[in-house]
């Protein structure tokens, strides 16, 4: 089993900057992929942004303003949110693929409003 915390959430105004913390623990060796889904109000969940050792990959709305990385020494993905706009508002939640397993945190909720 493998567990995700994300820490980072908040309110921010539009054209601000937020940083998502995304902690594993557990059964962690297998994990390959780690990346940052997103649910919007009345929205299904997409992905914003993912990474592994082939490089990252990003929704094409985020493109330029959100950055993914890893730190496999403290097993802690994140993602910095630049230039943040109201249709960026959602609960991200971290994502975790260890073999034929995925793993979902529990999410936190960005607002971006003026």
């Known amino acids: 089993q493998v567990q995700l915390v994300e820490s980072g959430g908040g309110s921010v105004q539009p054209g601000g900057s937020l940083r998502l913390s995304c902690a594993a623990s557990?059964?962690?060796?297998?994990?390959?992929?780690m990346g940052w889904y997103r649910q919007g109000p009345g929205k299904q969940r997409e992905l914003v942004a993912s990474?592994?050792?082939?490089?990252?990959v990003y929704a094409d709305s985020v493109k330029g303003r959100f950055t993914i990385s890893r730190d496999n020494a403290e097993n802690t993905v994140y993602l910095q949110m630049n230039s943040l706009k109201p249709e960026d508002t959602a609960v991200y939640y971290c994502?975790?693929?260890?073999?034929?397993?995925?793993?979902w945190g529990k999410g936190t909720l960005v607002t971006v409003s003026s």
């Open positions: 994502n975790a693929r260890a073999f034929t397993m995925i793993y």
């Open positions: 990474i592994d050792g082939g490089g990252t």
């Open positions: 557990g059964s962690i060796f297998g994990i390959r992929t």
